[in-house]
């Protein structure tokens, strides 16, 4: 699931540190000027928070994150991990570094715990149970099964295809096979991305859960790529079809 509406969201979060009233305006301009697509504008202003109070958190974030739009990953990273080194009780810190760690590969056990961490702090906020969701489904952690089962219950992703996708995959490895067909199922309600249909029709498939749903699932797969140059999922989809059906 993509993460919607967060980039600018969490800096508006201070971290505590920011104590004059003027700072706190040039931190609300830069985000604006950043959201404008601003970047030099608001690192003017970030800088000159940070002339004034060099351990200004929120704008040492605001900066990470300026540095993440242009490129300089690493350089963001490391101003994230900074503060949040500084300031380990706070949400927009843990949040930011969790999700700059989460886009690389090898950091991405490191980006769980610290998003875990962050949701401790704030347990109800919407993108860091995402990010959690996604990172614990593809580690196969048992225990994003709480996160899944947290995201379900707000209304907007109850019927979330991806979610409950993520939450048969979970199940399965609780040993909870019937469970996790119908979460399948569920993934499937008015689904219109054929390649998630592949990916769910691929987990029924391995896991023997339901032969006859599997081949079903195939097809509607194959029907919906018609027309489509997609060789290997396509080829797999037609071979398993036949297998499966004894032919």
Known sequence: MKIFGTFFAVCLL????GKRVSDNEKLNNAVKDMKNGEIERAEIQLNQVLENNPDNCSARLLLALK??????????LDMASAVAAEYPDSFAALYTKGRMQSQYPLHQRKAYETLSDAHLRNPSDVATLVLLCNLGTELKYKNVLQYINLL???PEYANNNILNFQLGKSLLLHGKRPEALAAFRSAISKLRDFTLLFHIARNVDANNLDRQYAIKLYR????ATAGKSLPATQNYAKLRVRTLSGR
């Not at 201070?14 to 540190?17: A, I, N, T």
């Not at 540095?67 to 963001?76: N, P, R, S």
């Open 14 to 17: 201070l971290c505590g540190c």
């Open 67 to 76: 540095y993440e739009k242009e490129g300089a990953m690493d350089k963001a």
């Open 152 to 154: 379900k219950s707000k």
């Open 220 to 223: 509607i797969y194959l029907a």
